[in-house]
């Protein structure tokens, strides 16, 4: 691997907190009479790096109106924390 190769592969490494840039959201069934399951699937820095979510139902729409209400979303990679810019 070249230097500048390993560096910038140390930068991208280095990076913790990055914006999420597209949200894709999922469900998917469980079975007859059983309750499916909610995803979102977190698009980082245009594509540099993805994250995924999976909230109970309840959470997946208070995540919903945060992500259409933020000004701008953040997602904190190593404690896999979502941080929310000004709500409108």
Excluded at 33 to 44: A, C, E, M, P, V
Excluded at 53 to 80: C, G, H, I
């Amino acid at each position: 691997m070249t230097d500048k190769s390993q560096q910038e592969q140390n930068t991208e490494s280095a990076i913790k907190v990055r914006k999420v840039t597209d949200v894709h959201s999922n469900w998917s069934s469980q079975g007859p009479l059983q309750d499916g399951k909610f995803s979102y699937q977190l698009i980082l820095d245009n594509g540099a790096e993805e994250a995924l979510v999976m909230p109970t139902a309840q959470d997946a729409k208070a995540l919903r109106d945060f992500f259409q209400d933020a000004d701008s979303v953040y997602w904190d990679t190593e404690n896999e924390v979502l941080i929310f810019g000004k709500i409108k």
